[in-house]
């Protein structure tokens, strides 16, 4: 199923796509990181697979999120890019955009549509807001030094 999230940050895409594009890096490096992903009072611990870096200059990069459990199996994988999109000089936005594979072929795609409906996008949203959250953070942080 395709997938286009937003989340507005209060600072230039300028100064945000750096940060964003570092963050990335690192979690490269450590793929099985500190990262989760909640829906239904049940939280999954994933992986974030980050690819190659995309825009020019650099905005983000391609990512894949991945269910890392015993349930693996049981959960969708989401694979897009993670970018900042500049509105105007003192904002952006995160866009979060690709699709999402449904586990259990075509009995899973009727669950998503009928009784997990909004599942998966409530639970990409929120990763999406965490990020934003951090990355704001980051600017801010390295605005007042």
Known sequence: MKIQ???AIASGA???APILVARLTRIHADPLGPNALTSFGVTVQIAIVVGAIVGEPPDGAQVTLRAQSGTAAMFPVFEGTLRVVPIDTFSSRLVLAGTYR???GALGEVADRTLLAG?????????LSEARDEIAAAVLQSAMR
């Open 5 to 7: 999230l937003f989340e």
């Open 14 to 16: 300028a100064f945000v």
């Open 102 to 104: 449904v586990p259990l």
């Open 119 to 127: 599942t998966a996008k409530r639970s990409l949203q929120t990763f």
